[in-house]
Structure formats: structure tokens, C-alpha cells
């Protein structure tokens, strides 16, 4: 089982950027395919990028072009830069990790970030 959180959250000016990070422990996280969503208010968590455990990624439409996922394994962490943010976008963000193949998938507690001048 491994354990996520998330950190990097904050006020961002719109049009601004941002990085989040999420730390795991409890299992290497190069075992598992991993991810970024977001709690669109009154809707489900929409995803915004995965990245497998061979390194290729994926991003929702609302994400291409202004999103990298990345993963660090050596230090067992995944980083989500994402650029030109407006304020509908300001949100709780989530990392995620599961193993494909498996019900094994884990979330991590969130990291609210508010977009606003």
C-alpha cells in the first residue's frame, strides 16, 4: 500500500503557473501507473494527466499543451506543472497512483490551489 501527499498548493495570479509535488511512501512508486485530477465543484474528479510506469503520458483535452506530469522514482515522487491557469480552475488537485491490471489505487488528500489576483 503506498501513501501519498501532496504539497505545492497556494494562490496563483491568473495566467500564472504552478508545480505540485506528491511524496510517497509505503511501496516505490515505480510500480504504478500515476496521475493528477481535480474535484471540479457539484462534479466528479476530472482527471488532468497519467504517466505509466514506462514513462508515457497523457493529458485531458483541458490540460494539452499547458501540462507536464512527471515522476521522480529515485526519490519516489510525482511533480504536475501547469501553466496559463484561470480562476475556473481553482480547485482541490489530487495525485493518484494505481497498478494497472488491479483494484489497487491509491489517493492522496488533496492540495488546494486558488487562482486570483
Known amino acids: 500500500q503506498v501513501q501519498l501527499v501532496e504539497s505545492g498548493g497556494g494562490l496563483v495570479q491568473p495566467g500564472g503557473s504552478l508545480k505540485l509535488s506528491c511524496a510517497a511512501s509505503g511501496d516505490s512508486l515505480d510500480r504504478y501507473e500515476v496521475g493528477w485530477s481535480r474535484r471540479i465543484p457539484g462534479k466528479e474528479r476530472e482527471l488532468i494527466a497519467t504517466l505509466t510506469t514506462f514513462h508515457f503520458e497523457h493529458y485531458a483535452q483541458v490540460a494539452k499543451g499547458r501540462a507536464t506530469i512527471s515522476r521522480d522514482n529515485a526519490k519516489n515522487m510525482v511533480f504536475l506543472q501547469m501553466n496559463n491557469l484561470g480562476p475556473e480552475e481553482s480547485d482541490i488537485y489530487y495525485c493518484?497512483?494505481?497498478?494497472?491490471?488491479?483494484?489497487?489505487?491509491?489517493w492522496g488528500q488533496g492540495t488546494q490551489v486558488t487562482v486570483s489576483s
Open positions: 493518484h497512483a494505481s497498478i494497472v491490471g488491479t483494484t489497487e489505487c491509491y
